[in-house]
């Protein structure tokens, strides 16, 4: 399925949320040592609250 959120689909919360997840995982990409392993926790965080996002849009 492809991926069909826009930022309406968010509340502010949410977006006020992933604002902050996004600073941190630029401030962590800036110490980085190219493996990736820095943002792990924090993509997740991401994907959880996309996904919490994507169940309220389709109802379930």
Known sequence: MADDLTASDFTLGEKAR??????????????????????????????RIEDTARRRKHGQ
Request: no cysteine; hydrophobic share 45%.
């Open 18 to 47: 992933l604002a902050g997840l996004v600073a941190r995982m630029a401030k962590r990409g800036l110490a980085d040592d190219g493996s990736g392993r820095i943002l792990r926790d924090l993509k997740r965080r991401v994907e």
